[in-house]
C-alpha cells in the first residue's frame, strides 16, 4: 500500500511569508501527527489530529497551525517565517493514536527561510 | 513524560548482533517501549514495540526486563543498511505523540 506522502519534499522561503505544508496518511490511518526536525532541538513534537480534531498540542508559538480533512488528509501552516523555522518537517500516520499502535513516516518537507 | 537513556553511539561490524541498550526507571505500568529508527535523510521508521513480553518480528528483537526498568534492541545480523539512528521512545497515555531523545547512532563497519 502507498505510504505517507509529504508534498512538497523541499521548499525556500523569504523571512515573514507564511507557508503550508500538506500530508497524506496512509488510506484508512486517522491519526497524523506533526513534527520538526533540527540539528539543534532534534525530533519535537508539533500537533497530532484525528478525526479532524486536534487532540494534542506541542510547546511552538501560535505562528503553526494544522489541520486535517474529512479524508484525513492534513495541512500545516506556519505565518511569519523567521529563519529558526529552516527545518524538516515530517508527518507520521497511525491507525488511531493509542500507545499501542506504530506510526509510518513521510520522506518530511525540508523548509528553508532566508 | 517518562524518559529514556540511550548510549550516543555504537558501533558494530557487519553481519554481526547488535545490542542496543535503553534504560527507562520512571517507566509505568500502561507505557509501551517503542523503538524507532532514522536512516540518513529519511523519516523515522517503525522498528518495534512491546509491554512486558520480549518481542520478535522481521526486522529484530525487542528484550524488556523484568522489572522493565530497562530494555535492549537487539538486531541479530547487522547489515550497512541498518546504520541510523535508533530511538528507544516509552509510549502512555493519555498522549498520541512519540517523544524522542537524542537515540543512538548505529555505525556498522563492513
Known amino acids: 500500500k502507498a505510504g505517507v506522502t509529504q508534498t512538497p519534499r523541499y521548499l525556500i522561503k523569504t523571512r515573514g511569508q507564511q507557508v503550508t505544508l500538506s500530508c497524506s496518511p496512509i488510506?484508512?490511518?486517522?491519526?497524523v501527527s506533526w513534527y520538526q526536525q533540527t540539528p539543534g532541538q532534534g525530533l519535537q513534537f508539533l500537533f497530532e489530529?484525528?478525526?479532524?480534531?486536534?487532540?494534542n498540542k506541542g510547546n511552538f508559538p501560535g505562528r503553526f497551525s494544522g489541520r486535517q480533512f474529512s479524508n484525513s488528509r492534513s495541512e500545516m501552516n506556519v505565518s511569519t517565517l523567521e529563519l529558526g523555522d529552516s527545518a524538516l518537517y515530517l508527518c507520521?500516520?497511525?491507525?488511531?493514536?493509542?500507545?499501542?499502535?506504530?506510526?509510518?513516516f513521510g520522506q518530511g518537507t525540508r523548509l528553508t527561510v532566508v | 513524560d517518562a524518559k529514556t537513556t540511550q548510549p550516543n553511539s555504537m558501533e558494530s561490524n557487519e553481519e554481526e548482533p547488535v545490542h542496543l541498550p535503553c534504560n527507562h526507571s520512571?517507566?509505568?505500568?500502561?507505557?509501551?517501549i517503542h523503538w524507532y529508527r532514522q536512516l540518513p535523510s529519511q523519516g523515522p521508521e517503525y522498528v518495534i514495540h512491546?509491554?512486558?513480553s520480549n518481542v520478535n518480528n522481521r526486522m529484530a528483537s525487542l528484550a524488556i526486563a523484568e522489572d522493565r526498568k530497562s530494555s535492549t534492541l537487539i538486531l541479530h545480523r547487522a547489515t550497512l543498511r541498518d546504520a541510523a539512528v535508533y530511538y528507544c521512545?516509552?509510549?502512555?497515555?493519555?498522549?498520541?505523540?512519540?517523544?524522542f531523545g537524542k537515540g543512538t547512532k548505529l555505525s556498522v563497519k563492513p
Open positions: 521512545i516509552l509510549r502512555g497515555p493519555p498522549q498520541g505523540n512519540l517523544i
Open positions: 512491546g509491554l512486558t
Open positions: 520512571t517507566i509505568s505500568g500502561t507505557d509501551y
Open positions: 489530529y484525528f478525526s479532524e480534531t486536534q487532540r
Open positions: 488510506s484508512g490511518h486517522r491519526s
Open positions: 507520521a500516520s497511525s491507525l488511531d493514536s493509542s500507545r499501542d499502535t506504530e506510526a509510518f
